[in-house]
C-alpha cells in the first residue's frame, strides 16, 4: 500500500464511488420494478398472484440496501374490489325502496374513478335519502386502510455489489483520511523538531 501514492488512491475512489452509486441505483431500479409489478397484479385482481409478487418485493427489499419504498404500495384496487363486495351483500336487505345500495352505487360509481373517501361520503348521502328498513347502513363496515398498504424497510447494508463497493469506498476514504493525518502531523512534528534546534 506504501507503493500506491494518495493522488491515485484519491482517483481509485471517485472510481469506486461512481460504481458504489450504480449498484446503488440498480438495486432502487429493482425495487421499482417489483412494487409496479405489485400494482399490476393488484389492478388484475388475482389474489395467489398479488401475495407472490408482494413477496417477490418484501424479500427483494430486505436484502438490498437503497430500497426503501418510501410511502410503500397500497392496493388500491384490491381494497376498492372488498368495498364493493361489502356493498353488494349488504344490498341483499329487504327494503321497501328496493336495492337501495344499488342505486346509491349507480349515483355515485360514475362520479369517481376509483374507492375514496368522496366515494364513501357520496354513498352514505345516497344512502340516507331512503328510509332503511334495518339499521344497515350503519352495521356496514370496510375494511380498514392500513390492511391494504404494505411497508418494507432495506437493511443500512446488505452483502451484494452495492454494499461491497460501498464498503470498498469507506475504507479507501478512510486510507485516504490516515495518509492526510499522518502527513499533516508529521510535518507539525518536524516544525517542532527543527524550533528546538
Same mark, same amino acid.
Given at each position: 500500500? @506504501?507503493?500506491?501514492? !494518495?493522488?491515485?488512491?484519491?482517483?481509485?475512489?471517485?472510481?469506486?464511488?461512481?460504481?458504489?452509486?450504480?449498484?446503488?441505483?440498480?438495486?432502487?431500479?429493482?425495487?421499482?420494478?417489483?412494487?409496479?409489478?405489485?400494482?399490476?397484479? =393488484?389492478?388484475?385482481?388475482?389474489? =395467489?398472484?398479488?401475495?407472490?409478487?408482494?413477496?417477490?418485493? @418484501?424479500?427483494?427489499?430486505?436484502?438490498?440496501?437503497? !430500497?426503501?419504498?418510501?410511502?410503500?404500495?397500497?392496493?388500491?384496487?384490491?381494497?376498492?374490489?372488498?368495498?364493493?363486495?361489502?356493498?353488494?351483500?349488504?344490498?341483499? =336487505?329487504?327494503?321497501?325502496?328496493?336495492?337501495?345500495?344499488?342505486?346509491? @352505487?349507480?349515483?355515485?360509481?360514475?362520479?369517481?374513478?376509483?374507492?375514496?373517501?368522496?366515494?364513501?361520503?357520496?354513498?352514505?348521502?345516497?344512502?340516507?335519502?331512503?328510509?332503511?328498513?334495518? !339499521?344497515?347502513?350503519?352495521?356496514?363496515?370496510?375494511?380498514?386502510?392500513?390492511?391494504?398498504?404494505?411497508?418494507?424497510?432495506?437493511?443500512?447494508?446488505?452483502?451484494?455489489?452495492?454494499?461491497?463497493?460501498?464498503?470498498?469506498?469507506?475504507?479507501?476514504?478512510?486510507?485516504?483520511?490516515?495518509?492526510? !493525518?499522518?502527513?499533516?502531523?508529521?510535518?507539525?512534528?518536524?516544525?517542532?523538531?527543527?524550533?528546538?534546534?
Amino acid at each position: 500500500m @506504501q507503493r500506491i501514492k !494518495t493522488w491515485q488512491l484519491i482517483v481509485i475512489f471517485i472510481l469506486m464511488c461512481f460504481v458504489s452509486a450504480t449498484f446503488l441505483r440498480l438495486n432502487n431500479i429493482g425495487m421499482v420494478e417489483r412494487r409496479n409489478a405489485v400494482v399490476t397484479a =393488484d389492478a388484475n385482481g388475482d389474489k =395467489d398472484v398479488i401475495q407472490n409478487r408482494l413477496y417477490d418485493l @418484501q424479500r427483494y427489499v430486505a436484502e438490498h440496501m437503497n !430500497t426503501d419504498m418510501g410511502k410503500g404500495v397500497y392496493l388500491t384496487e384490491s381494497r376498492s374490489r372488498d368495498a364493493e363486495n361489502i356493498y353488494a351483500k349488504a344490498s341483499n =336487505d329487504s327494503n321497501p325502496n328496493g336495492n337501495i345500495y344499488k342505486k346509491a @352505487q349507480e349515483v355515485c360509481a360514475p362520479k369517481f374513478s376509483n374507492y375514496s373517501y368522496a366515494y364513501l361520503q357520496c354513498t352514505i348521502n345516497e344512502l340516507s335519502k331512503y328510509p332503511s328498513s334495518s !339499521t344497515l347502513i350503519s352495521e356496514v363496515e370496510l375494511p380498514p386502510a392500513e390492511a391494504y398498504l404494505h411497508v418494507y424497510y432495506s437493511p443500512f447494508w446488505s452483502s451484494d455489489f452495492a454494499g461491497w463497493s460501498v464498503l470498498i469506498s469507506v475504507v479507501i476514504l478512510i486510507m485516504i483520511f490516515i495518509r492526510f !493525518t499522518s502527513v499533516l502531523i508529521l510535518r507539525l512534528m518536524l516544525r517542532k523538531h527543527y524550533k528546538m534546534i
